[in-house]
Nanobody
Framework: QVQLGESGGGLVQAGGSLRLSCAAS????????MGWFRQAPGKEREFVAAIMWSGTRTRYTDSVKGRFTISRDNAKNTAYLQMSSLKPEDTAVYYC????????????????WGPGTQVTVSS
């Protein structure tokens, strides 16, 4: 069993940066791939980024490539999403997720979800 909790969300101006953290409980954290999804008002939840259990491979949705970086520290049971050059269209609730390798972009992939953290980008 893995429990996830996000932090680091907030309000930022367009062009700014935020770093989201996802703290995980449970001794099996390092065996799971970690991912971030987001859901904007009135829209479906969508894949943002993922990192495999070893941290050696990452995957991003096209709209965040070059702006967002996913990473993890297995010793701290924590995953991160560094977001830069933020745009108003990045406004959403961001969810941390954990699931088995290989990663897929489907919302059916995660085995565990965090409760989410709000990110609001003002223009």
């Amino acid at each position: 069993q893995v429990q996830l909790g996000e932090s680091g969300g907030g309000l930022v101006q367009a062009g700014g940066s935020l770093r989201l953290s996802c703290a995980a409980s449970g001794r099996t954290f390092s065996s799971y791939a970690m991912g971030w999804f987001r859901q904007a008002p009135g829209k479906e939840r969508e894949f943002v980024a993922a990192i495999m259990w070893s941290g050696t491979r990452t995957r991003y949705t096209d709209s965040v490539k070059g702006r967002f970086t996913i990473s993890r520290d297995n010793a701290k049971n924590t995953a991160y999403l560094q977001m830069s050059s933020l745009k108003p269209e990045d406004t959403a609730v961001y969810y941390c997720a954990a699931g088995p390798d290989p990663v897929t972009t489907s919302t059916l992939w995660p085995k565990y979800w965090g409760p989410g953290t709000q990110v609001t980008v003002s223009s």
